[in-house]
């Protein structure tokens, strides 16, 4: 019996037409997320090959993301306002322009402006593919949809470090991004063919436009200063100092003109549950302290443990083998009983394997750096499936949708923020640790380590000798930058602990939720 989706009478895809049709949503999906951590092991290459520093490379992640944040609150409007179908096609074809564009760039700014345009184009991709899949599907397949989006969301990741580290090792890092555009392009024009049909109908709905420009100018303002802070000294910058401001002043404006507002860009209502709350508390800080661990790894690896790209990327893809093995067992765990001790269990396993990463050696093998990496995987669905239910399903039916986009929002906005602080704070410790390590060498603890590096054994020739006193620098500053990971990852697994400890606070949901609902 033919079940009709629309009020028009279409009838969803069947047999080789659905394969191709779920083939395309699916790739979007992919790409979309491929795109989040495939410039992640490319940041060191991609910054040496533009002359720039690495903390300035790093905008190259932070701008798609707080481009992508900016959009997903928006996917839902664009799509009342113009068709599901034309978002997506359109947003697919602007992906794959800016994709070109970011492979042209030959210079830092051209490089992040292109990332902007595709982190403006990427932001509605992952909820219209999943809403897209839905409707194309009959209802009793419904699952196997679902199951189709969550795989690509869960494979990219592990995908995304090991293609940008053989790409930036076997040719030129702007392949990283050309490999999306024949990808965007194939799937934009097949996706109009075949999806066209299931446009639904219009609604003109009003934009709030000033909570968008406020929303634009103090996220803006935000990570443009913590972007910069460390270059400029911080706050004896008055650029620093006048970004600081705009943000504090474009912040309290668009409080109060979003909880003012009849249809607001960004619904903040839904904080009067506690449960949303502190659910979305725990979301903002257990996500930005893993992001940014995810971020320091790979800089970690290349810039001093000599690993090369690919190898970088193969050590951080094993985080993923396991997170995609046990998250259909969280998935059906978070469905029948109370999410918020699943949440603690994940979030505490994500803190125990950050605090057993804390006490590396600079004498580390692959496994020695891999394997906490994969047994952290376990931990991943058990924080990222029941706490997308426990959010949710604390707040009224109507409000999810809303509910979603800001949660997403504040989600991919964590991982910009923990990019920036991360490079900072890293650099600032290397340097720190390095200062406090040269003061405790005085000249005869100096000649004594370095006689030992020298081949005459002689104090007094090693400290003539500049092979002897390189290398006394050079374990200097291995120490140090070991010294500086160690510290960042004992402060991120406190800050993780602390996030599986706020869960707490939220009562139990009042409604179930399916976990895809978040998109």
Request: charged share 10%; proline share 4%.
């Amino acid at each position: 019996m033919n079940q009709a989706l629309l009020p028009n009478g279409e009838q969803p895809l069947r047999g080789g037409m659905l394969i191709v049709g779920a083939l395309v949503l699916a790739l979007a999906n992919f790409i979309a997320v491929l795109d989040m951590t495939i410039a992640n092991v490319s940041v060191a290459t991609i910054a040496g090959s533009l002359g720039v520093t690495s903390s300035q490379g790093t905008w190259v992640i932070t701008s798609y993301a707080v481009a992508e944040a900016i959009t997903v609150p928006l996917t839902g409007w664009l799509a009342g306002r113009f068709g599901a179908v034309r978002v997506f096609v359109t947003s697919m074809a602007l992906f794959g322009l800016a994709s070109l564009l970011c492979g042209f760039s030959n210079s830092l700014g051209m490089l992040v402006g292109a990332r902007v345009l595709q982190g403006l184009a990427g932001g509605p991709l992952m909820p219209l593919s999943q809403t897209l899949l839905l409707r194309i599907f009959p209802k009793d397949k419904a699952a196997a949809a679902t199951a189709i989006w969550a795989m690509t969301t869960l494979v990219a990741p592990i995908l995304g470090p090991i293609v940008g580290g053989v790409i930036c090792d076997q040719s030129h890092w702007s392949w990283i991004f050309y490999i999306n555009v024949p990808i965007a392009l194939l799937c934009a024009w097949f996706g109009w063919g075949l999806l066209k049909r299931y446009e639904t109908g219009l609604e003109k709905a009003p934009i709030d436009t000033v909570g968008l420009a406020l929303l634009i100018i103090w996220v803006g303002a935000l990570q443009i200063m913590l972007d910069e802070g460390k270059n400029l000294d911080w706050f004896s910058s008055p650029l620093i100092v006048g970004l600081a401001i705009v943000a504090v002043i474009g912040f309290a404006a668009f409080l109060i003109w979003e909880l003012n507002e009849r249809h607001p860009i960004v619904d903040l209502r839904v904080f009067r549950h506690r449960g949303y709350s502190f659910g979305v508390l725990t979301l903002v800080l257990a996500f930005g302290a893993f992001f940014g661990a995810n971020v320091l790894t790979p800089l970690w690896l290349q810039q001093h443990m000599g690993y090369t790209a690919t190898w970088s990327g193969m050590a951080t893809a094993w985080s993923g083998v396991l997170a995609v093995l046990c998250a259909p067992f969280a998935a059906m765990l978070s469905s029948k009983i109370d999410s918020r001790p699943l949440v603690f269990f994940g979030v505490s396993w994500l803190g125990t394997v950050t605090l057993w990463r804390a006490f590396g050696t600079t004498d580390m093998t692959y496994w020695q750096v891999a394997l906490p990496l994969l047994v952290m995987g376990i931990g991943m669905p058990f924080f990222f499936v029941p706490l997308t239910g426990q959010i949710l399903g604390s707040v009224e039916e109507r409000e999810t949708a809303s509910a979603a986009g800001l949660m997403n929002f504040l989600r991919t906005l964590a991982g910009a923020f923990a990019t920036s602080l991360t490079t900072a704070s890293w650099e600032d410790r290397i340097q720190f640790n390095r200062a406090d390590m040269v003061a405790t060498l005085d000249p005869v603890n100096q000649a004594g380590i370095a006689s030992q590096l020298d081949p005459l054994g002689s104090a007094a020739h090693a400290l003539q000798d500049p092979g002897a006193l390189g290398a006394l620098e050079r374990l200097v500053e291995g120490q140090s930058v070991m010294l500086a990971t160690n510290q960042l990852f004992m402060l991120i697994a406190v800050i993780l602990f602390v996030a599986a400890c706020s869960i707490w606070l939220a009562p139990r949901a009042t409604r179930a939720v399916d976990p895809s609902a978040s998109h």
